[in-house]
């Protein structure tokens, strides 16, 4: 039996019309509500961690905090805004495609660039009057925004070899790779993730993905051992064993585990952490679960976690409820790329896996990955406008 | 079909967000809980650990500060510039660093880029390095972020501000604690205790703002206040030194003044010396100027040659001469290493010498006391004396011939004194030896104090007792002689020398202070006056005239002993020149003594060589000291007079005001009253001084030239003064005198001088007196 | 649920109309009404802002407590490092001192005053002075007057 709405989606390839569209109506308050509980318990820590670092280096404590709050407040105004527009129109005027294409382009350009830092050969960013940003970022948009499109565009398709898993595994190919030049990993890893499990959802067999599964696999395998992409081969002696090198490629990860352990059961106490004192380096960035579990311990880092458990469990009710192919895809891909990045820097933060450098959403300091990350969340509050199930 | 996919696709997502709940969230929320509960404690413990310091906090060495509160030793922060040269790269920053340190640091660049290239993780570049400096090096550390490599420890200095001024006694410092002399006597006292605190320190080292606990309260070191006084002890620095190198000593020479009825010590001084501030090196200009003369000139140092080339081809080329210059560098090191291992030693306390004729005082007041001799005794002196068979010569060959008990000790016979000697036995005379404390060591608050060597009974026949009574034969320290003589002098109390006046805490409370401690009565106090009396005539009429000084009543012995020791090893006979005596002799307070070792000059006898010194430093500080000079009438007649004040007035009336103050005046120009005087009012001019009175305005003073009014007699020092134009005071002349003859100008001969300015001449007595 | 054959009974309808609620409700009977629509929105636009406004004030207590934390450890490291200023001027002190004394140590004194033509007091030029006692204190004789004499009197 064919749902009505999967009717619909057959016959009107995405196009939006009034008719047959349900009228948007109010955006799930329990999303909105996590995601400013969130944004602000982000907020909190990253004061809390920074301003001791920032006095220090830069004798200014309110430094990170005011440039994020800024950021913030801009996020937050977008967000809202942007739930109130229809998110069909990011199908409109073949959109994917250019966003997909351009952010090809900008990664191009990133390999051509000179890089940005001394003495790191990973070439990530771009920069322009003062305002500098990350390809990679909206790269991830780009494969979630062309990723839904197409998947919803042919769902009967996606039963194909062809169709269902060259073609995308091609689109994904060209992104991951040039990501892999760069090198960034952590962007690498999550853009595969996110475009796999794009396709798992969209309906891909589930066999031929198995034995593509593998192939990628040992694929990787085969790669990180030769230690062809030897800047990862490294970290990972230094995952197994932080203390080898305690001063240099360890420091970061021991002083992350010393951070966490003292937090204990309760924590220090908000503000109270020791290790944000120059001994956890750049504590306002990836490593701010760190502080974060100083000090509120493991209470406290547990009730963020479930609170973006709670987040993630409503983006994929807001997915599920979503009135099409198209919202549930794009809905599914921002939230779990939320998820993921989540998981996993929790994961890095406490050396269970080896440092693949990705931020915390909502904590870790970044103005434009702040802004991206609120504008994509007004996408899926647009989304749960849209939705078929309302609350009484 | 496509039906399936809808509610796949529901499923799908919802297996989707299962495994990422699951896998992602609980393998997080799983990790979490094992560093946080499982490891927790071992995490904490270690985060902890690197971020809790126990620092010790150095507590500041207590100053050493004489007895009016001048500072003579403090200490304060300083820094120790190191390397870690196993984290250098490469040779540019070898060489970046080696010659930005050497700059300022003021080092060889050579030698700190030797240091540079070691492999170590520390290395000492500078110590002692003050703040300015230190500020400038870090501001090079910061420049090319050099803070991995270049350190600065913090650590104390020890400063010295009067330089080499009681050196000896002060003593120096090494590296932590004292080395010698008080510095080290008082290192307890002076140290402190360093406190302990833990603190939370973030990983730059400074605070983080959580409470830490004091463990150990930071204890500063104690103030030590001498009895030293900081003028007394320049005194006599000044004038023992003048008179080592007039009289060419080489074997150095010592001075104590000492205040005779407490046993404070005033002064103590050893010459040549060492400058504390920089002990490890020689820079003593005498004793450099002795191992010159020894070991000929040193080869050129490398400090003076910029060029390592040019010094190797140097003593490559000397070398090649003779072999003679290397071998004199050597011989002037090996002295130049000896001199620095003497320099310290503080000759008051620790060397001993055969005190000659000043003990004397010790057998006559033994004598005296046991009544073998009194006021009517008699002696004859034919000029030597036979005792079992040895026969010991007078100095006077001729002999003294007769005399009573004050005669002896002015003319300082030796046969009289053996007699003596004999006539108290040997039981008495060792019995008194050791009752003025001359077998034990005084217990002076110093360390190395030399003990005495001197015969048993058992050991002494009449022979040795003969050798003994005149001070021959055994040997004892200076401090331990000037104790002696005090105890002579003040009543017949045996007192104990100490340096200490208190120590005072970091709060100013006293926590210990100075004790008169008598250690027994010698003599009575009966013969101490009569002692006193005779000792005086010494000064005023005896051997001692050379220690005369108006108005004091200086009573003292002088004393020249033979090095007998030294000459039975097989070198030429030395001796040493001394001086014991006190001020004032009818109500003693103050007693010097002088002994210079191995004097060369022209007259090596203590009454010529030692005596002078005394009465130098007594004139100079007594009246300081608050003792009040009393004349007697022929004294105060040949005292110096005021010069009156004279300008203004007509040249009459300034003739009459002159020859009313005992002076006349000379007359420059043409002009009716007096412009200018010279000397000007209120100076001092000798009786019989001419004033110069400038009477035209625009005069040029005249300027004369200072004779040499050195080695002559008092009417020919009165006459070439007069004939030059210049004015003389007379110092050091006994009235009713005889033999004075002047040593020292005040004013440098050859010196243009305006006419009339009064020129000091001290003078005395060169008998040749044992 | 497709398991059913039979056509008489349209249960498939019915079936998936279980799993998924039809929405009817958007299109209310109360269609009508741009007013209920701007209600229900100023309903939800009410919530969105007591969100806002209670996470608002949570947020600004948080802040609140770590600037005052903030401003703890601010002074804190200037207090440290004012200490060191202090222990370093406290030394370099000491050091000026000791440069003071050297110059006006007695030996430079001496040179210096005979440089400049001065000369050591003459033992002649020192005069002795005595002084008497110690002060006493005379009083006057006081007029008496009669309650003084009555008291003197008793």
């Known amino acids: 039996?064919?749902?009505?709405?999967?009717?619909?989606?057959?016959?009107?390839?995405?196009?939006?019309?009034?008719?047959?569209?349900?009228?948007?109506?109010?955006?799930?308050?329990?999303?909105?509500?996590?995601?400013?509980?969130?944004?602000?318990?982000?907020?909190?820590?990253?004061?809390?961690?920074?301003?001791?670092?920032?006095?220090?280096?830069?004798?200014?404590?309110?430094?990170?905090?005011?440039?994020?709050?800024?950021?913030?407040?801009?996020?937050?105004?977008?967000?809202?805004?942007?739930?109130?527009?229809?998110?069909?129109?990011?199908?409109?005027?073949?959109?994917?495609?250019?966003?997909?294409?351009?952010?090809?382009?900008?990664?191009a350009v990133v390999l051509a660039l000179p890089p940005m830092q001394e003495g790191f050969d990973y070439k990530r960013w771009i920069s322009f009057g003062g305002f500098s940003f990350q390809p990679s970022e909206i790269a991830k948009f780009a494969v979630i925004l062309l990723f839904s499109y197409l998947i919803a565009k042919n769902p009967k398709k996606m039963r194909t070899f062809r169709y269902?898993?060259?073609?995308?595994?091609?689109?994904?190919?060209?992104?991951?790779?040039?990501?892999?030049?760069?090198?960034?990993?952590?962007?690498?890893?999550?853009?595969?993730?996110?475009?796999?499990?794009?396709?798992?959802?969209?309906?891909?067999?589930?066999?031929?993905?198995?034995?593509?599964?593998?192939?990628?696999?040992?694929?990787?395998?085969?790669?990180?051992?030769?230690?062809?992409?030897?800047?990862a081969s490294s970290r990972i002696q230094y995952w197994l064993d932080p203390w080898s090198d305690a001063t240099g490629k360890g420091y970061q990860t021991i002083q992350s585990l010393l951070a966490i352990g003292s937090g204990g059961l309760w924590g220090r106490g908000l503000g109270n952490s020791r290790q944000k004192y120059l001994w956890v380096p750049e504590p306002h960035n990836d490593f701010i679960f760190s502080i974060v579990c100083e000090e509120l311990g493991l209470v406290g880092a547990l009730c963020i976690l479930a609170a973006f458990a709670v987040l993630i469990w409503r983006g994929v009710t807001i997915a599920m409820r979503a009135p099409d192919r198209f919202g549930s895809l794009l809905a599914m891909g921002i939230i779990f790329q939320v998820g993921l990045q989540t998981v996993l820097n929790i994961l890095v933060v406490t050396n269970t896996i080896p440092n693949t450098g990705i931020s915390l959403p909502f904590f870790s300091y970044g103005g434009t990955s702040l802004v991206m990350l609120l504008c994509q969340m007004g996408i899926l509050l647009s989304v749960s406008r849209s939705s078929t199930i309302r609350k009484r | 079909m496509s039906g399936k996919k809808a509610p796949n696709m529901w499923l799908r997502m919802l297996c989707v967000f299962m495994a990422l709940l699951v896998a992602g969230f609980g393998l997080s929320a799983g990790s979490l809980v094992y560093i946080m509960l499982v490891n927790g404690n071992r995490y904490a413990d270690l985060a902890t650990r690197q971020q809790l310091t126990t620092t010790s906090i150095e507590a500041l060495r207590g100053s050493i500060v004489d007895c009016n509160g001048n500072v003579l030793a403090t200490s304060a922060t300083a820094w120790t510039v190191y390397i870690t040269p196993q984290d250098i790269e490469g040779e540019e920053e070898a060489r970046l660093i080696a010659n930005g340190l050497a700059e300022l640091l003021e080092l060889d660049p050579e030698e700190v880029y030797r240091t540079t290239q070691k492999t170590t993780a520390y290395e000492r570049i500078k110590r002692r390095v003050e703040e300015p400096v230190a500020a400038k090096v870090r501001a090079f550390i910061a420049e090319h972020n050099l803070g991995s490599i270049i350190g600065l420890e913090e650590s104390s200095i020890r400063y010295y501000p009067n330089g080499s001024l009681a050196s000896t006694v002060l003593g120096f410092m090494g590296d932590d604690s004292g080395l010698s002399g008080l510095e080290y006597q008082?290192?307890?006292?002076?140290?402190?205790?360093?406190?302990?605190?833990?603190?939370?320190?973030?990983?730059?080292?400074?605070?983080?703002?959580?409470?830490?606990?004091?463990?150990?309260?930071?204890?500063?070191?104690?103030?030590?206040?001498?009895?030293?006084?900081?003028?007394?002890?320049?005194?006599?620095?000044?004038?023992?030194?003048?008179?080592?190198?007039?009289?060419?000593?080489?074997?150095?020479?010592?001075?104590?003044?000492?205040?005779?009825?407490?046993?404070?010590?005033?002064?103590?001084?050893?010459?040549?010396?060492?400058?504390?501030?920089?002990?490890?090196?020689?820079?003593?200009?005498?004793?450099?100027?002795?191992?010159?003369e020894k070991a000929g000139k040193p080869a050129e140092s490398k400090e003076d040659s910029d060029d390592e080339e040019q010094t190797t081809s140097k003593s490559e080329s000397s070398g090649?001469?003779?072999?003679?210059?290397?071998?004199?560098?050597?011989?002037?090191?090996?002295?130049?290493?000896?001199?620095?291992?003497?320099?310290?030693?503080?000759?008051?306390?620790?060397?001993?010498?055969?005190?000659?004729?000043?003990?004397?005082?010790?057998?006559?007041?033994?004598?005296?006391?046991?009544?073998?001799?009194?006021?009517?005794?008699?002696?004859?002196?034919?000029?030597?004396?036979?005792?079992?068979?040895?026969?010991?010569?007078?100095?006077?060959?001729?002999?003294?011939?007769?005399?009573?008990?004050?005669?002896?000790?002015?003319n300082s016979c030796n046969p009289a004194f053996i007699e003596i000697g004999q006539r108290l036995g040997v039981q008495k005379f060792y019995q008194y030896f050791q009752s003025f404390g001359l077998t034990e060591k005084t217990g002076i608050d110093l360390p190395g104090e030399g003990g005495s060597i001197y015969h048993t009974p058992d050991d002494m026949?009449?022979?040795?007792?003969?050798?003994?009574?005149?001070?021959?034969?055994?040997?004892?320290?200076?401090?331990?002689?000037?104790?002696?003589?005090?105890?002579?002098?003040?009543?017949?109390?045996?007192?104990?020398?100490?340096?200490?006046?208190?120590?005072?805490?970091?709060?100013?409370?006293?926590?210990?202070?100075?004790?008169?401690?008598?250690?027994?009565?010698?003599?009575?106090?009966?013969?101490?006056?009569?002692?006193?009396?005779?000792?005086?005539?010494?000064?005023?009429?005896?051997?001692?005239?050379?220690?005369?000084?108006?108005?004091?009543?200086?009573?003292?012995?002088?004393?020249?002993?033979?090095?007998?020791?030294?000459?039975?090893?097989?070198?030429?006979?030395?001796?040493?020149?001394?001086?014991?005596?006190?001020?004032?002799?009818?109500?003693?307070?103050?007693?010097?003594?002088?002994?210079?070792?191995?004097?060369?000059?022209?007259?090596?006898?203590?009454?010529?060589?030692?005596?002078?010194?005394?009465?130098?430093?007594?004139?100079?500080?007594?009246?300081?000291?608050?003792v009040e000079a009393v004349y007697t009438d022929d004294e105060y007649a040949e005292l110096a007079t005021t010069v009156p004040a004279v300008e203004g007035k007509t040249v009459e009336e300034a003739t009459a005001a002159l020859s009313e103050a005992g002076l006349s005046g000379r007359v420059v120009g043409e002009g009716k009253s007096v412009v200018a005087q010279n000397p000007t009012a209120g100076t001092a001019a000798p009786t019989n001084g001419t004033v110069v009175l400038y009477t035209e305005q625009d005069y040029t003073p005249e300027q004369v030239t200072v004779p040499d009014l050195t080695n002559l007699s008092i009417s020919a020092v009165t006459a070439t003064a007069a004939s030059a134009g210049v004015n003389v005071e007379i110092s050091g002349v006994v009235s009713g005198s005889s033999g004075a003859i002047s040593y020292r100008q005040e004013i440098a001969a050859g010196t243009k001088v305006d006419r009339g300015t009064l020129v000091r001449v001290s003078f005395r007595y060169t008998d040749s007196v044992e | 649920m497709r398991s059913y054959d039979s056509t008489a009974y349209d249960f498939d309808l019915f079936t998936e109309k279980e799993k998924r609620e039809v929405v009817e409700i958007p299109t209310r009977p109360a269609r009508g009404g741009r007013r209920s629509r701007k209600a229900a929105a100023r309903r939800s636009?009410?919530?969105?802002?007591?969100?806002?406004?209670?996470?608002?004030?949570?947020?600004?207590?948080?802040?609140?407590?770590l600037h005052?934390?903030?401003?703890?450890?601010?002074?804190?490291?200037?207090?440290?490092?004012?200490?060191?200023?202090?222990?370093?001027?406290?030394?370099?002190?000491?050091?000026?001192?000791?440069?003071?004394?050297?110059?006006?140590?007695?030996?430079?004194?001496?040179?210096?005053?005979?440089?400049?033509?001065?000369?050591?007091?003459?033992?002649?030029?020192?005069?002795?002075?005595?002084?008497?006692?110690?002060?006493?204190?005379?009083?006057?004789?006081?007029?008496?007057?009669?309650?003084?004499?009555?008291?003197?009197?008793?």
């Not at chain 1, 009107?12 to 349900?22: G, H, I, S, V, Y």
């Not at chain 1, 060259?166 to 996110?194: D, M, N, Q, R, W």
């Not at chain 1, 198995?210 to 030769?226: C, D, S």
């Open chain 2, 186 to 292: 008082y290192e307890d006292e002076l140290k402190g205790v360093p406190g302990k605190v833990v603190a939370s320190k973030n990983a730059r080292g400074s605070d983080m703002p959580f409470n830490y606990e004091t463990l150990v309260e930071t204890k500063q070191g104690n103030t030590l206040t001498l009895t030293l006084d900081s003028y007394v002890q320049y005194s006599v620095e000044k004038h023992l030194e003048e008179a080592i190198e007039v009289n060419h000593a080489t074997n150095r020479g010592c001075a104590i003044v000492m205040n005779v009825n407490t046993g404070a010590v005033l002064g103590m001084a050893t010459k040549p010396d060492f400058d504390p501030n920089d002990p490890f090196t020689v820079t003593d200009p005498y004793t450099l100027s002795l191992i010159e």
């Open chain 1, 164 to 231: 269902g898993i060259c073609y995308f595994v091609l689109l994904l190919a060209v992104v991951c790779g040039l990501l892999v030049k760069e090198p960034h990993l952590s962007a690498t890893v999550l853009v595969f993730c996110i475009g796999v499990m794009l396709l798992i959802v969209g309906g891909v067999r589930l066999h031929y993905f198995a034995i593509l599964g593998g192939v990628g696999l040992a694929g990787g395998l085969v790669v990180v051992l030769t230690g062809v992409v030897h800047y």
């Open chain 3, 45 to 65: 636009g009410r919530s969105v802002l007591a969100i806002a406004a209670a996470v608002s004030v949570f947020l600004l207590l948080m802040v609140a407590q």
């Open chain 2, 461 to 626: 026949g009449p022979v040795e007792l003969a050798s003994e009574s005149f001070g021959q034969t055994f040997q004892i320290t200076p401090i331990q002689m000037i104790t002696a003589v005090s105890a002579v002098c003040n009543g017949g109390n045996l007192v104990r020398p100490h340096l200490m006046k208190s120590i005072t805490d970091a709060d100013g409370n006293v926590v210990q202070s100075e004790k008169t401690e008598v250690v027994r009565q010698v003599i009575s106090k009966e013969t101490s006056a009569k002692m006193c009396k005779m000792l005086r005539s010494v000064v005023d009429n005896g051997s001692g005239k050379s220690a005369y000084v108006a108005g004091y009543r200086m009573g003292g012995k002088t004393g020249t002993s033979q090095k007998i020791n030294q000459a039975l090893s097989g070198e030429s006979m030395q001796y040493i020149a001394s001086f014991c005596g006190f001020a004032p002799a009818d109500h003693p307070e103050y007693a010097v003594i002088v002994m210079i070792d191995e004097p060369h000059g022209s007259n090596i006898y203590g009454s010529a060589v030692s005596a002078p010194v005394a009465a130098s430093i007594m004139k100079e500080v007594l009246p300081y000291l608050g």
């Open chain 1, 1 to 107: 039996m064919v749902s009505e709405y999967d009717r619909q989606i057959e016959d009107e390839q995405a196009k939006p019309t009034a008719k047959t569209r349900p009228p948007r109506g109010k955006m799930d308050l329990v999303f909105f509500t996590m995601v400013l509980l969130l944004l602000t318990a982000g907020l909190v820590m990253l004061f809390s961690a920074s301003y001791a670092f920032a006095y220090y280096n830069y004798n200014d404590s309110y430094l990170f905090i005011l440039k994020q709050a800024k950021f913030a407040v801009v996020g937050v105004a977008l967000m809202v805004g942007i739930s109130f527009v229809d998110y069909h129109w990011l199908a409109k005027f073949h959109l994917p495609w250019v966003v997909y294409g351009a952010s090809v382009a900008m990664l």
């Open chain 3, 68 to 154: 005052c934390q903030l401003q703890t450890s601010e002074v804190v490291a200037q207090i440290n490092a004012t200490e060191r200023e202090i222990e370093a001027l406290k030394s370099d002190n000491v050091r000026l001192q000791v440069e003071l004394e050297r110059k006006v140590s007695f030996e430079n004194m001496e040179q210096s005053a005979r440089a400049m033509g001065m000369q050591k007091i003459s033992a002649a030029q020192r005069e002795y002075v005595q002084l008497h006692g110690e002060d006493a204190v005379e009083m006057p004789e006081q007029d008496k007057d009669l309650i003084i004499r009555l008291q003197e009197l008793f």
């Open chain 2, 320 to 410: 090649s001469q003779s072999g003679g210059t290397a071998a004199q560098q050597s011989e002037y090191d090996r002295l130049l290493e000896e001199a620095r291992d003497e320099q310290y030693r503080n000759k008051a306390i620790s060397d001993v010498y055969d005190p000659g004729s000043v003990f004397k005082t010790v057998t006559g007041s033994a004598a005296i006391e046991e009544g073998v001799v009194n006021d009517e005794s008699t002696f004859n002196c034919p000029g030597y004396i036979v005792i079992a068979g040895t026969r010991y010569q007078c100095h006077q060959t001729s002999g003294h011939g007769h005399q009573n008990l004050t005669n002896i000790f002015e």
